[in-house]
């Protein structure tokens, strides 16, 4: 059974830093793309950033600058690294991958259970 486990959220002041990471396990083919998504309290689910097999990100334009997304595909893992964090980055982050669980079946996202970060002082 694929899972995808989240680990490295917490409390953090302003202007600090905080790193994600989320590793998959189970029975898999392959991982595609991964992501991390976000979600405040009575806000949408939204994206925060992308990475592609291949290395290829994308973020989103309120992190620019200041969270950088990265992979190990041989560990199967994704990582979140997170600079300068400001109040309105305080939400549940979940991770998200689109993985092919076998060679004749087609790829389906999957997610985590969420992990909270919370930006205060």
């Known amino acids: 059974q694929v899972q995808l486990v989240e680990s490295g959220g917490g409390l953090v002041q302003p202007g600090g830093s905080l790193r994600l990471s989320c590793a998959a396990s189970g029975n898999m083919s392959s991982i595609y793309a991964m992501g991390w998504y976000r979600q405040a309290p009575g806000k949408q689910r939204e994206l925060v950033a992308s990475?592609?097999?291949?290395?290829?990100?994308m973020y989103a334009d309120s992190v620019k600058g200041r969270f950088t997304i990265s992979r190990d595909n041989a560990k199967k893992t994704v990582y979140l690294q997170m600079n300068s964090l400001k109040p309105g980055d305080t939400a549940v982050y979940y991770c998200n991958a689109a993985i092919r669980v076998t060679v004749i079946t087609s790829p389906i996202a999957f997610w985590g259970q969420g992990t909270q970060v919370t930006v205060s002082s």
């Open positions: 990475i592609t097999h291949g290395g290829t990100t």
